[in-house]
T-cell receptor, first 116, second 114 residues
Framework: DAGVIQSPRHEVTEMGQEVTLRCKPI?????LFWYRQTMMRGLELLIY????????DSGMPEDRFSAKMPNASFSTLKIQPSEPRDSAVYFC??????????????FGPGTRLTVT | AQTVTQSQPEMSVQEAETVTLSCTYD???????LFWYKQPPSRQMILVIR??????QNATENRFSVNFQKAAKSFSLKISDSQLGDAAMYFC???????????FGQGTRLTINP
């Protein structure tokens, strides 16, 4: 299994530009999560989907952030317009129900975003 | 709201020795899961070990074990025979059984001294 795939691994952009981060979850997983990691706030959940439907977006910081999951194998996190305070590492994770009933989240390698 | 606290921002240990990382959490729920994730310099978040709250037996994975004290809401990670490859940030995380959201602690940076 290839694991969770994220692209790009690094993104440098100028303030005001649109940024799109991409994620391919592990095949067969029915949950997908977007996290943001910063020094100040640590790891925080932005949004998660179940069967392609957004379930909880209470962590999305503001209207500049949007996330979509058009099908079971692809999701995007978009920031428009980007600001320097959006600089962070963005992780995508996916999970499914394991034998025994529990779920475990598997993380992608992250995208390091720098907004100048 | 559930919170997870890691009171040790940094720890160091000599190679081959044992180290314990601390984690406490606050919840009013009785059914939940606790996790330790490792984040090496590559940034990849790797699940190290999982503990179900309803299980009294402490989880063990090779050199990694936990000390789960439910009443004290404490969940420490013990690494035995530390190896250079164990150097990383370690995050404690909580998830309520009826939810999917993971709540993370602030992390502990572990350094292994050769």
């Amino acid at each position: 299994d290839a694991g969770v795939i994220q692209s790009p691994r690094h993104e440098v952009t100028e303030m005001g530009q649109e940024v799109t981060l991409r994620c391919k979850p592990i095949s067969g997983h029915d949950y997908l999560f977007w996290y943001r990691q910063t020094m100040m706030r640590g790891l925080e959940l932005l949004i998660y989907f179940n069967n392609n439907v957004p379930i909880d977006d209470s962590g999305m910081p503001e209207d500049r952030f949007s996330a979509k999951m058009p099908n079971a194998s692809f999701s995007t996190l978009k920031i428009q317009p980007s600001e320097p305070r959006d600089s962070a590492v963005y992780f995508c994770a996916s999970s499914s129900r394991l034998a025994g009933g529990t779920y475990e989240q598997y993380f992608g390698p992250g995208t390091r975003l720098t907004v100048t | 709201a559930q919170t997870v606290t890691q009171s040790q921002p940094e720890m160091s240990v000599q190679e081959a020795e044992t180290v314990t990382l601390s984690c406490t959490y606050d919840t009013s729920e009785s059914d939940y899961y606790l996790f330790w994730y490792k984040q090496p310099p590559s940034r990849q978040m790797i699940l190290v070990i999982r503990q179900e709250a309803y299980k009294q037996q402490n989880a063990t994975e090779n050199r990694f074990s936990v000390n789960f004290q439910k009443a004290a809401k404490s969940f420490s990670l013990k690494i035995s025979d530390s190896q250079l490859g164990d150097a990383a940030m370690y995050f404690c995380a909580y998830r309520y059984q009826g939810a999917q959201k993971l709540v993370f602690g602030q992390g502990t940076r572990l350094t292994i001294n050769p």
